[in-house]
């Protein structure tokens, strides 16, 4: 008996009398040796393990039976059974996989869409409107933005700009009741192990937070030139962000006197 690659690409035997079968004896690779082993996604014929690995390397076979291909009912054999009952355990598994992966896109989009209307809910609510950037827009991503039911207070993403230092730092989640001088005063509060920070902020420290210029960009403007409202530091964020359009998360830009 010799040794043929079953289904999975493992060897299995080949009868001697197919061996000996005239202009099948020699290898196919190495032409020299009689053939031993039988490549099952191609039938070709190899007399070694390194004979059956070059095959593969320079034709690219993957050494292993076209699953889907037809095979006459005269060669059918248990190996052919196992193999077509391994497919369709395969499909099966991969149909309820994909079934499982909709229903959780599926909730997530419905859970975000929910979020969407209600921050424009409690937007409008405010005299503002908000937003939603594009799903997987890293706006939308880094938004934390969000409405404390228990607090009924809307808590935002803010981000504060210091112009000219190169310098941004980002509120998670500040409540709208929040002055904008009081939050702009805790990032210039001096801290120990913070060096870099306030030689980088030292102009804004020296200037003190009620002279600096707070704003921000207009983004309903149509024309070319960027516009932007001034907003008041004793101002809540609730009334600073009243009568404009947001899109997610406002970004305020700090501006010192000299830059204006």
């Known amino acids: 008996m010799s040794d043929e690659l079953d289904l999975n690409g493992e060897a299995t035997e080949v009868t001697d009398r197919e061996a000996r079968s005239p202009g099948v004896v020699r290898c196919e690779v190495c032409k020299t040796q009689a053939f031993k082993y039988k490549c099952p996604g191609c039938q070709l014929r190899s007399c070694s393990l390194a004979c059956s690995k070059e095959h593969k390397t320079s034709t690219g ?5 076209q699953r889907t291909s037809f095979v006459p009912l005269s060669e059918f054999g248990e190996g ?3 193999s077509d009952y391994n497919l369709l355990e395969e499909a099966a598994q991969l149909a309820e996989s994909a079934q499982r992966t909709r229903q959780r896109t599926s909730n997530a989009q419905s859970a975000q869409i929910a979020k969407v209307r209600h921050m424009q809910h409690q937007a409008r609510l405010r005299n503002m409107e908000w937003r939603a950037a594009p ?5 939308r991503q880094l938004n934390s933005s969000c409405f404390d039911a228990h607090k009924r207070r809307l808590m935002w993403r803010v981000t504060w700009r210091f112009e000219g230092s190169g310098y941004c730092v980002t509120d998670e989640k500040l409540d709208e009741q929040t002055k904008l001088g009081d939050a702009l005063a805790a990032h210039l509060k001096l801290q120990p192990g913070q060096a870099q920070r306030h030689a980088l902020l030292k ?5 003190g937070p009620e002279h600096l210029t707070l704003l921000l960009k207009q983004e309903t403007r149509s024309d070319l030139g960027p516009s932007y409202y001034r907003l008041m530091p004793n101002h809540t964020l609730r009334l600073a962000l009243a009568q404009k359009t947001i899109t997610e998360f406002p970004t305020i830009l700090v501006v010192l006197p000299r830059l204006l």
């Open 61 to 65: 076979c993957s050494g292993k039976r």
């Open 80 to 82: 052919h059974l196992i």
């Open 135 to 139: 799903p997987g827009s890293e706006a």
């Open 203 to 207: 102009e804004y420290l020296e200037a």
